[in-house]
């Protein structure tokens, strides 16, 4: 019987960079020494089959009849009645509220807190006020995770958090999954592509932080210069309507493709030629690792874990964050260019393989459940 049961805590069981990490965590670690439990705080979202199909409780910490009490009184029984040994949080909304229902049972259940991303003022609305919450809320798990070194850096030099309390774990994909060259003809013909038809690409929230404003600015000159060139925009966000507005002022509406929600994202990354990712902020983005994975050069501002993952003109192009002219020089210079873009292209993918394979990732989690077990 597993001796580990371990509780994951999200805002909401959905399709998301943190979902398809803790999916990962779950199908590499197995159910030998683990019970696996995934929470949202405020629904199941769209992931509760997958999870259940790996053998996952799902909760909806939201749905009054799980429990008495209210949302705190809810989780704090739910971790009693499965005698849940780690609570593993994945948000700030998260890690507040799992921190109350472990109030005074410390000794008998462990804080664990991935931290996806250091959120920045000008992220998002009432950016200051998120991110001084945000800082609050690292203070207050046993042990937080960073997705990526240069983040781990950052929170141990906050004062009063000892580096001891971090460790820094890559987030990682299962490689081969994302690798489907076949489906680019049928891909494109979905979309009335010609083969020869230059794509970029983006994909993930259409949100404020994502900066693709940058994107849209940058492919003006880039469809000046190639006329049958498309942009296809993956997912969706609260940003959209007005990015929409932008490409219509713009005069590229036409050439713009949104696709909206898709979980086809190896089939889509197979139709493109060039992959973009101009945020203002990021953790470790799994977006530019599926594309480098697929085998597509990738274009990404210099900023979070990227340099991590991309050795600039060696395994990708890092331009600098906030600049559309940066941008689209980057996206010009590698259609002009296909020989300089397919050798990207393969050390991109080479890089990706050998150094964020999942079982990396999956293997350092497991030895921090096991140090965090092994308190109690």
Same mark, same amino acid.
């Given at each position: 019987?597993?001796?580990?049961?371990?509780?994951?805590?999200?805002?909401?069981?959905?399709?998301?960079?943190?979902?398809?990490?803790?999916?990962?965590?779950?199908?590499?670690?197995?159910?030998?020494?683990?019970?696996?439990?995934?929470? $949202?705080?405020?629904?199941?979202?769209?992931?509760? *089959?997958?999870f259940s199909g790996l053998g996952t409780?799902?909760?909806?910490?939201?749905?009054?009849?799980?429990?008495?009490? @209210?949302?705190?009184?809810?989780?704090?029984?739910?971790?009693? @009645?499965?005698? #849940?040994?780690?609570?593993?949080?994945?948000?700030?909304?998260?890690? /507040?509220?799992?921190?109350?229902?472990?109030?005074?049972?410390?000794?008998?259940?462990?804080?664990?807190?991935?931290?996806?991303?250091?959120?920045?003022?000008?992220?998002?609305?009432?950016?200051?006020?998120?991110?001084?919450?945000?800082?609050?809320?690292?203070?207050?798990?046993?042990?937080?995770?960073?997705?990526? &070194?240069? %983040?781990?850096? &950052?929170?141990?030099?906050?004062?009063?958090?000892?580096?001891?309390?971090?460790?820094?774990?890559? @987030?990682?994909?299962?490689?081969?999954?994302?690798?489907?060259?076949?489906?680019?003809?049928?891909?494109?013909?979905?979309? $009335?592509?010609?083969?020869?038809?230059?794509?970029?690409?983006?994909?993930?929230?259409?949100? !404020?932080?994502?900066?693709?404003?940058? /994107?849209?600015?940058?492919?003006?000159?880039? *469809?000046?210069?190639?006329?049958?060139?498309? *942009?296809?925009?993956?997912?969706?966000? !609260?940003? !959209?309507?007005?990015l929409e507005a932008i490409a219509e002022?713009?005069?590229?509406?036409?050439? +713009?493709?949104?696709?909206?929600?898709?979980?086809?994202?190896?089939?889509?990354?197979?139709? %493109?030629?060039?992959?973009?990712?101009?945020?203002?902020?990021?953790?470790?983005?799994?977006?530019?690792?599926?594309? %480098?994975?697929?085998? !597509?050069?990738?274009?990404?501002?210099? +900023?979070?874990?990227?340099?991590?993952?991309?050795?600039?003109?060696?395994?990708?192009?890092?331009?600098?964050?906030?600049?559309?002219?940066?941008?689209?020089?980057?996206?010009?210079?590698?259609?002009?260019?296909?020989?300089?873009?397919?050798?990207?292209?393969?050390?991109?993918?080479?890089?990706v393989v050998q150094q964020f394979g #999942?079982?990396?990732?999956?293997?350092?989690?497991?030895? #921090?459940?096991?140090?965090?077990?092994?308190?109690?």
């Open positions: 019987m597993p001796d580990i049961a371990i509780l994951h805590l999200m805002n909401a069981v959905g399709d998301s960079s943190i979902g398809r990490i803790i999916q990962r965590l779950v199908r590499y670690s197995g159910d030998q020494e683990y019970s696996w439990h995934v929470g $949202g705080l405020r629904g199941p979202g769209n992931m509760g *089959l997958d409780q799902v909760v909806d910490f939201s749905d009054q009849t799980i429990g008495s009490g @209210n949302l705190i009184g809810r989780i704090r029984e739910y971790i009693a @009645n499965h005698q #849940v040994k780690i609570v593993h949080t994945h948000s700030p909304l998260a890690i /507040l509220k799992a921190a109350r229902a472990l109030a005074g049972a410390r000794y008998t259940t462990m804080h664990l807190a991935t931290v996806h991303l250091l959120y920045a003022p000008g992220d998002r609305r009432w950016g200051l006020l998120y991110a001084l919450l945000h800082r609050f809320t690292l203070y207050l798990p046993d042990h937080l995770v960073a997705v990526s &070194q240069k %983040m781990g850096r &950052q929170i141990a030099a906050y004062p009063g958090i000892k580096a001891s309390r971090v460790t820094a774990i890559q @987030n990682a994909i299962d490689c081969e999954s994302y690798y489907l060259p076949g489906q680019r003809d049928d891909c494109r013909s979905e979309f $009335g592509l010609a083969p020869d038809s230059p794509l970029i690409g983006y994909m993930g929230r259409i949100e !404020k932080m994502k900066r693709l404003d940058l /994107l849209l600015h940058a492919f003006v000159p880039v *469809l000046a210069r190639h006329p049958q060139a498309r *942009l296809m925009i993956i997912g969706e966000g !609260k940003s !959209k309507p007005e002022r713009l005069g590229i509406s036409h050439a +713009v493709i949104w696709t909206g929600f898709r979980q086809d994202i190896a089939r889509l990354l197979a139709a %493109m030629d060039v992959y973009v990712q101009p945020s203002a902020n990021e953790g470790l983005s799994l977006s530019i690792l599926e594309a %480098m994975a697929a085998g !597509k050069p990738v274009i990404a501002t210099d +900023v979070g874990g990227a340099h991590e993952v991309i050795t600039d003109q060696q395994t990708g192009i890092l331009v600098r964050s906030g600049s559309s002219s940066a941008i689209g020089a980057a996206i010009m210079e590698l259609l002009d260019h296909p020989q300089k873009r397919s050798a990207l292209a393969q050390a991109g993918r080479n890089r #999942v079982q990396q990732m999956v293997d350092a989690y497991q030895r #921090v459940y096991h140090e965090l077990a092994s308190r109690l």
